[in-house]
Each structure stands twice: as C-alpha cells, then as structure tokens.
C-alpha cells in the first residue's frame, strides 16, 4: 500500500480520500514524545481493542501524557468503518495532543525468516512503553537487511540475553515447551504473547544468543504480524520452520486471534 492512500483521522477528523493529512507539528512529532499502538482488523473489527487501548493508557501514564481512552475509542470505531476489512491500524498519540489513527498494510507473507543479531541495551525509563522513539528499532532493521537478513533479532549488549523483534516478540521452541524471555529485562508487555499462553503453556526464562542453537525452531509474533516462523538466526542456527510443533501453536494462534475480534468500549463500560 502506498501511504499517501491510506486512510488517515486527526483529532477525530478524517481526512478525505485522496489528500494529505495536515498535521501541525509540535514536540511529540518533532521529539518522539508520543505513545502509540499498532492494531488489526479481521473482517473489519478490531482483534483485542480494550487490551490495545488500555496498554496505550499504561504507555501514556509512563511518560505522562493524558489520554481521553472513551473519546480515543469512539474514534477507532468510527475509523474502522472506512477502512478495509482486513488491514493494520495505527493509533499515535503526541504531546501536543494531536491524536492520530492510520491505515497500514499488512505485511508481505513469507514462507519464514532469517534473524540477525543486533546489540542494544532498552531505555529503564521507557522500556515498558510504546513510545514514538522508535529510531533504534527501525535501525537495528535496516542493519540487518544490510547483512542479508529478513529482520533484526535484539540481544542485550553486555550479557547476549535474547529480548525481541524491533517491532514484535520473539519466542522458540525447546522440544515440545515454547519459551519466551522475561519481561523484566526491558521488553514490551506483548498482546500477542498473551494469547499464545492461551494456545500453549509458555515457559519465561532468560536465555542467551548462543543458546538458541539447542532450541529446536522460533518464531516472531505480534498484533499485525500475528506469528512468523524463523529458520535461521545468523551465525547461531539453523531451525525448520514448518515443524510439527511450531505449526500447530501457529494455527491455534491465528484461529484464538480471530475469535477475539470486536469494537473497541467506552472506557467507562470496559
């Protein structure tokens, strides 16, 4: 999709088909001190809206930025009735107080990806937020397409411990247990990882770059994305991406995922 088609709402207005959203700037677009969540749509609804909604108040509430989630929520409604049935949803919140909501496409479908490492040490003060500072993510990517590779993998520099994708999770497979790593070493509350422990019983523990090469397959997953399997991690191992076991917590994944579908409620009648 070519963004300047995408369906765009500023402050509760959408801008008409086919022309540019004029967005004033001020210190949340010019400094990257907003708060946002990337959202899905399955037939037109929204997959888990409350638990979107009420992660962004949480993210907000981090950096101090009041959030109207009633009026946030009437405005996703209203959105996603002019929006394709099945696409991404983009809702940015700046300090300014602009409110902002953007189509997205869904990604590209692969058979599955390779994953480079790339070193990074999470940000104590905003480490549990979706903040629009998202410069280190976007470059970890661009390093490692650079490197041959289909998206980053970020390890904490220092110890090797495994955290996540740039923008989604990453869990793997030992034998049959699927794994994922603490939330306390810095990375995202994810949604999606939430409903994987639905599926399957998910073990957290920490665990380092060089010990996935006893891991027998992984997978990225998150809300837009809603799971990719990995078959290397560059430099550390190989895995087989269309396994039994990682297939089958994928299927229950994305069966969960559309069952979950609905408008986003008022924040008062949540």
Not at 18 to 24: D, L, N
Not at 206 to 230: N, W
Not at 252 to 259: K, N, Q, V
Request: hydrophobic content about 40%.
């Amino acid at each position: 999709m070519d963004h300047t088609h995408a369906r765009i709402m500023v402050d509760g207005e959408l801008v008409p088909a086919g022309e540019s959203a004029q967005i004033p700037l001020d210190d949340g677009l010019v400094r990257g001190d907003g708060v946002f969540e990337g959202l899905r749509c399955y037939d037109g609804r929204l997959r888990t809206p409350d638990a979107h909604l009420e992660r962004l108040a949480r993210s907000a509430r981090e950096i101090d930025l009041p959030v109207d989630l009633e009026r946030l929520a009437a405005e996703l409604g209203a959105f996603c009735e002019v929006v394709p049935p099945s696409c991404g949803v983009r809702v940015m919140l700046t300090r300014g107080g602009r409110r902002i909501i953007r189509e997205e496409p869904l990604p590209a479908r692969a058979d599955s990806w390779e994953l480079s490492p790339q070193w990074h040490r999470p940000t104590p003060l905003l480490s549990h937020s979706k903040t629009l500072s998202y410069a280190a993510n976007m470059q970890a990517n661009r390093r490692a397409r650079a490197a041959g590779a289909d998206e980053a993998l970020l390890v904490e520099e220092g110890s090797d411990r495994v955290l996540e994708g740039p923008t989604s999770s990453f869990v793997w497979l030992e034998g049959e247990r699927l794994v994922a790593p603490p939330l306390e070493l810095g990375i995202l509350d994810s949604i999606t990882r939430r409903l994987v422990a639905e599926v399957t019983p998910l073990a957290v523990r920490p665990a380092t770059l060089a010990e996935l090469a006893d891991a027998e397959g992984g997978m990225l997953i998150s809300t837009v994305l809603e799971s990719q399997p990995v078959h290397a991690v560059s430099g550390v191992t190989r895995w087989d991406p269309a396994g039994r076991r990682l297939t089958e917590i994928r299927a229950a994944l994305g069966e969960l995922a559309r069952s979950r579908t609905a408008d986003p409620a008022p924040a008062g009648v949540r």
